[in-house]
């Protein structure tokens, strides 16, 4: 055989058409099974290698999958956004990275408008709701890692009362009685989701009430900056507390800084959490008690959820909720 391996060199080894290596190629039905091994045994023996840009043609798909965050600079995006395109690699498909940093980016990714090249999207939303969707289930699959389902698209749903509500308690357990919660800011003003409710209930379920007045958010719910700044406000309004619960990492680290900078010890003064398990959770001083949500599973099943629907799966949209553990560090310490 002299130069690059053709269809026709498949065809003649496998002894069967042209026609039919190429149905095999692209998973057309009606090819009995025992031609089909035949065929991915030659495509190996000659070293065939597939067109993708062709096959894309012939299709109707491009092979590729369009993943959707609202940022990258926050630490848990960038993980999730690298996992999934790992794992997607393993699934066979191409990535394209998209960022939606609002509510109209997110519409326009999940409905196509920027993500047109795409076969389907798994997007980490933050927006994204059945409203924002205008009750309209998009045309191509669609799989949203994180948020509230909006019962158009599949959806993993992340373990967030449970975990939030164990790292409360993990604090009230050890002695901590005044939890300030660093939070994201809301269009109320006010503490709300998941997060927020499993933060009461903990308390509640030991005969507390946490304190409205140890709530604070800064500018952005995502960035070790806002932590900084919610925490230095607190700590300038002469408010006793002794124990921070971060939204997530990010802001958990910025209020780490934030009490360092006052001469507060963490976690001999103040305990200190955040939430999602970062890599940066690992390496801060002290190292940050957090909480897992199990990010290996949520890109797991998003994948498997995205791949099974490109293969034809009709269901109604499907919601899988995924664990969340505690992952204590010396940052929640007891107090000395």
């Not at 023996?45 to 092979?63: D, M, P, T």
């Not at 939303?125 to 699959?141: D, K, V």
């Not at 304190?211 to 995502?222: E, K, Y």
Request: charged share 20%.
């Amino acid at each position: 055989m002299n130069g690059k391996p053709t269809l026709d060199d498949v065809a003649a080894v496998a002894g069967v058409s042209a026609k039919t290596v190429s149905n095999v190629l692209l998973d057309r039905p009606h090819v009995a099974e025992g031609t089909r091994v035949r065929v991915r045994a030659a495509v190996q023996s000659v070293g065939y290698q597939v067109n993708q840009a062709g096959r894309g043609l012939v299709s109707g798909r491009s092979g590729r999958i369009a993943v959707v965050v609202p940022k990258l600079y926050q630490p848990y995006f960038a993980e999730i956004a690298e996992r999934l395109i790992v794992a997607l690699g393993e699934a066979g498909f191409s990535s394209t990275l998209r960022i939606a940093p609002d509510a109209q980016a997110e519409k326009d990714a999940v409905h196509g408008v920027t993500t047109a090249d795409a076969d389907g999207v798994i997007i980490c939303p933050h927006h994204l709701s059945t409203e924002l969707l205008g009750g309209q289930a998009p045309s191509r699959p669609v799989v949203q890692v994180g948020g509230g389902p909006s019962g158009l698209v599949d959806a993993v749903v992340m373990g967030e009362s449970a975990g939030f509500e164990a790292v409360t308690r993990h604090l009230l357990d050890s002695g901590r009685q005044r939890l300030a919660l660093v939070w994201n800011s809301t269009g109320s003003g006010s503490p709300e989701g998941a997060r927020y409710e499993a933060f009461v209930a903990a308390h509640r379920a030991r005969g507390m009430e946490p304190d409205p007045a140890l709530m604070v958010a800064g500018s952005d719910w995502d960035r070790r900056v806002s932590g900084y700044e919610a925490m230095t406000g607190l700590l300038r309004s002469g408010a006793d507390f002794d124990a921070v619960v971060g939204i997530n990492d990010a802001v958990a680290v910025g209020a780490m800084r934030a009490l360092r900078s006052h001469g507060i010890r963490v976690p001999e003064d103040v305990a200190v959490t955040g939430f999602d398990d970062t890599d940066e959770a690992a390496f801060t001083v002290p190292p940050l008690t957090s909480v897992s949500p199990e990010q290996e599973e949520m890109v797991a099943v998003a994948v498997r959820m995205l791949v099974e629907r490109l293969s034809g799966l009709e269901v109604p949209p499907r919601a899988h909720l995924t664990g969340a553990h505690l992952v204590p560090r010396a940052s929640s310490g007891a107090r000395r």
